[in-house]
């Protein structure tokens, strides 16, 4: 018997090479408020975090209150920034058709808004796959880490947690995939594994082409 009914992936960076065009905006806007951080502070300190819940840190380092538009200003310009062009997570696109091919349920269930998922996924070619089966944690009481996005995506699709594998790129993610009692595989093509690791992934991958195997073993 398969060990997993449900593959559910996160999006950015898991899906959608986004993470970097989101950091050059974000990098861009910090210093323009006279934080002079780099590219890779930038994705070391919020990949993973929504920069909406990140102001305050931010305004503690400034030292001065953020514009009142600040997030929304990041979030237009980051949208411009994807609608630019955004490549899938390399091999990412056969992983999923094997996965469809083998009868296997796969969802999308993301921290991020639904207009950047659905940006994206359209960019990419991905969003026929996830029709109706995305999940946004601005949509639940709770983003992650907590693990409302999950369980939200488990209950509609009618999927036991514990039958559940997520793939995640991030502490943060995994966090939130543990905590709704599912098993979690990294990925860390770009992420430190052994972080990915320490955050409570069960195991750890470099390369969507070995996912199919994982996943339906």
Request: proline share 6%; net charge negative.
């Amino acid at each position: 018997m398969a060990r997993f009914d449900m593959v559910a992936f996160d999006c950015d960076g898991v899906l959608v090479d986004s993470e970097l065009a989101t950091c050059k905006v974000l990098a861009a806007m910090l210093c323009e408020l006279g934080w002079n951080i780099t590219l890779q502070e930038t994705y070391s300190a919020f990949v993973g975090r929504l920069v909406r819940d990140e102001i305050p840190m931010i305004e503690q380092r400034i030292g001065r209150p953020a514009p009142p538009d600040f997030y929304q200003q990041f979030v237009a310009r980051r949208n411009a920034a994807l609608a630019q062009g955004v490549a899938p997570v390399r091999n990412v696109a056969a992983a999923v058709e094997r996965l469809h091919a083998a009868g296997m349920k796969f969802c999308v269930a993301s921290g991020a808004d639904r207009p950047k998922m659905e940006l994206t996924l359209g960019k990419t070619g991905l969003r026929p796959w996830f029709e109706g089966r995305m999940f946004s944690g601005m949509e639940v009481a709770r983003t992650k880490p907590a693990p409302d996005v999950y369980l939200q995506a488990a209950q509609v699709m009618g999927v036991a947690p514990e039958r559940c594998l997520v793939v995640e790129d991030t502490p943060t993610g995994i966090t939130a995939a543990r905590a709704a009692g599912m098993t979690v595989y990294g990925y860390a093509e770009l992420m430190d594994a052994q972080l990915l690791l320490e955050a409570g992934a069960e195991r750890v991958f470099d390369d969507m082409a070995q996912l199919p195997a994982l996943a339906l073993a």
